[in-house]
């Protein structure tokens, strides 16, 4: 389950108009999702408030295994819509799979006005985080500079106490200030970095093959029905018979003078057309019957997402493929080798959405599924669609030849989120269980 301040940092990216999935650093994020779940440990409680669209708090507190906690808060320069934990729609809450639109070009909130004169604001959010009683401070500065130009500051200021004896006997300290410039363009995103602890400066680009969607023009699938859309011929769908799709691929360098260290990778994916979404995931027309809907055409392919990573210094390969096999169900296989020690590992892993027996809706829809009532009529954006939905909870389970198992659910009990998994060893018999735990959380706005 997201933590409160990551919910509240992805409303802010939504209302400013930057889209944190054309980096290069989130290349992997549909499979990761499926196999990479962090499952809790222990017990946390975790109450959040927002007493307007601007200001946001957060406490947090682990009972088990041991006792500790943390404070925060959060400003905004652009009020937010945050909702309570009761009506926040579950799939903003959870890391999941999903097949990504067309990239486009940040476009920013538009102009602003006041009494006749334009007063455009520079978007900014401030977040701060002390962990109780180690003293840990946390910070992040996040600001738009221009539509396609955005900045960060994170820092981790942690005291000398903490450090175990070996890392005070080096002189060495955990306390770190990271700079970060993201330029997205949409077609091409590049990200500089910079850490200030290991003078390490980085550089990650991202490039997308095909054509861009324009911000006013409602999504591919949306255009038309199936029978008459039009037919465009471009990169995307040059590619003949199988999987139609996009590609998208990238890089990264980092160089550290101070650690005498570099590294590189290079990565690519494939991901399926937005139009290739089966008709099932539209809601119902009033006027079909439950044997006129169970009774349409499959989906001319499902919606997949295709990545391979490769790391020539390090020798490391990986590649993953991962599909929504049904409406409620998708899966994730990853394979993993070095290339140096021959050593590999395959990780299976799927996602599966509960819902209700009594089903008035069929899914919680993406905002680019939703049909217009009228062709001419423009999409809704995703937040200011409110739509009901039947979704219980979401089951996560993995499996990797190393005899992991990590079985984790989530959902929502009352007013409260909840997330509740553990992390098996087949391969022990003394301890089977590695770790179990059980989350908490509850937010209210307003």
């Given at each position: 389950m997201h933590p409160f301040a990551s919910y509240v940092l992805r409303s802010y990216y939504r209302a400013t108009g930057w889209n944190e999935d054309n980096l290069y650093a989130n290349l992997t994020r549909s499979s990761n999702a499926i196999l990479d779940f962090s499952v809790p440990r222990g017990l946390h409680l975790s109450i959040s408030k927002a007493p307007n669209g601007?200001?946001?708090?957060?406490?947090?507190?682990?009972?088990?295994?041991?006792?500790?906690?943390s404070v925060g808060y959060i400003f905004t320069s652009c009020n937010l819509d945050v909702k309570s934990s009761g009506s926040v729609r579950l799939k903003d809450m959870v890391e999941r799979f999903k097949v990504y639109d067309q990239p486009r070009r940040p476009e920013g909130k538009g102009e602003e006005w006041l009494a006749g004169e334009r007063v455009d604001t520079r978007d900014y959010l401030l977040y701060g985080r002390l962990y109780l009683p180690t003293g840990r401070l946390d910070a992040l500065y996040s600001t738009r500079l221009s539509p396609t130009l955005q900045a960060l500051v994170a820092t981790i200021s942690d005291p000398r106490s903490t450090l175990s004896s070996e890392k005070r006997s080096r002189g060495d300290n955990v306390s770190n200030v990271m700079f970060s410039l993201q330029h997205d363009i949409g077609k091409w995103c590049s990200e500089y970095t910079y850490s200030a602890e290991d003078g390490m400066w980085g550089v990650r680009v991202l490039h997308n093959f095909g054509r861009l969607r324009n911000p006013t023009e409602p999504p591919e699938d949306l255009n038309s029905s199936p029978g008459t859309r039009p037919k465009r011929v471009d990169e995307e769908e040059a590619t003949g018979g199988g999987l139609k799709g996009r590609v998208s691929a990238g890089a990264e360098f980092y160089i550290s003078a101070k650690e005498r260290s570099a590294g590189v990778s290079t990565g690519i994916r494939f991901t399926t057309l937005p139009d290739a979404t089966p008709p099932s995931f539209?809601?119902?027309?009033?006027?079909?019957?439950?044997?006129?809907?169970?009774?349409?055409?499959?989906p001319s392919q499902p919606p997949t997402t295709i990545t391979a990573l490769f790391n020539p210094m390090m020798g490391h390969i990986s590649a993953a493929y991962s599909a929504r096999v049904s409406r409620d169900l998708s899966m994730c296989s990853r394979f993993d080798f070095n290339v140096y020690s021959y050593d590999s590992e395959w990780t299976m892993g799927a996602e599966w959405w509960?819902?209700?027996?009594?089903?008035?809706?069929?899914?919680?829809?993406?905002?680019?599924?939703?049909?217009?009532?009228?062709?001419?009529?423009?999409?809704?954006?995703?937040?200011?669609?409110?739509?009901?939905?039947?979704?219980?909870?979401?089951?996560?389970?993995?499996?990797?030849?190393?005899?992991?198992?990590?079985?984790?659910?989530?959902?929502?009990?009352?007013?409260?989120?909840?997330?509740?998994?553990?992390?098996?060893?087949?391969?022990?018999?003394?301890?089977?269980?590695?770790?179990?735990?059980?989350?908490?959380?509850?937010?209210?706005?307003?």
């Open positions: 601007l200001f946001n708090t957060s406490y947090s507190m682990n009972a088990m295994p041991s006792l500790n906690g539209q809601l119902p027309q009033p006027s079909s019957s439950p044997l006129a809907q169970s009774s349409r055409s499959p509960m819902r209700r027996a009594a089903s008035k809706y069929e899914d919680e829809l993406e905002p680019s599924l939703i049909p217009p009532e009228q062709p001419s009529v423009p999409v809704p954006q995703a937040e200011s669609v409110d739509i009901p939905s039947d979704i219980r909870g979401v089951v996560k389970a993995r499996i990797s030849t190393n005899n992991n198992v990590s079985l984790m659910w989530e959902g929502r009990l009352k007013q409260m989120l909840v997330s509740l998994g553990f992390v098996s060893d087949l391969s022990s018999r003394s301890k089977p269980i590695k770790a179990i735990g059980l989350e908490l959380s509850y937010f209210s706005a307003g």
